[in-house]
């Protein structure tokens, strides 16, 4: 009994197995071709292209005004604002500035400081900027650590 058993397993087995093989495809015939001799991939040839210089020449350009924009003594409108588009990285240590004699016996000279550009620091000079009273002081500005950078916090009269 067990031999029919054995051979009953081993029909089933041949019968799934022609039952699969009827589901793909036959092999594709193999034709003898000989292999295409290797050659190797053309060099790279860089294609000229015309280029723009990265600055235009010297002489060709105004000057761009990096400083403040208001007379001195003026208050910005955004005066001792806070603001939220900061610099991933902390700034530079200031720079030593020497103030030139003052302009008047009212002025006071507000030092300079590190500006934000958005892809890099750029060192903004120090000025003179008449009091806007006998008592006032200017207090500077300065650059906060806060949870998306570093923020500028502007300088203001006291």
Known sequence: MQHYLRLGGI???ALAAAA???CYPPPPETIAAAPAPWTPPPAYVP???ATTPL???AGTFAPQPYGPTTPPGALSSNAGATFAAGAPF??????VETPPPPPSSMAIWRPGHWSWSGGQYVWIGGQYAERPAPSANWVPG????GPNGWIWVEGRWA
């Open 47 to 49: 294609q000229p292209t």
């Open 11 to 13: 029909a089933a087995i």
């Open 142 to 145: 300065y650059w906060q650590q």
């Open 55 to 57: 600055y235009p020449p």
């Open 90 to 95: 902390p700034p530079p240590p200031p720079r």
């Open 20 to 22: 699969l093989s009827a």
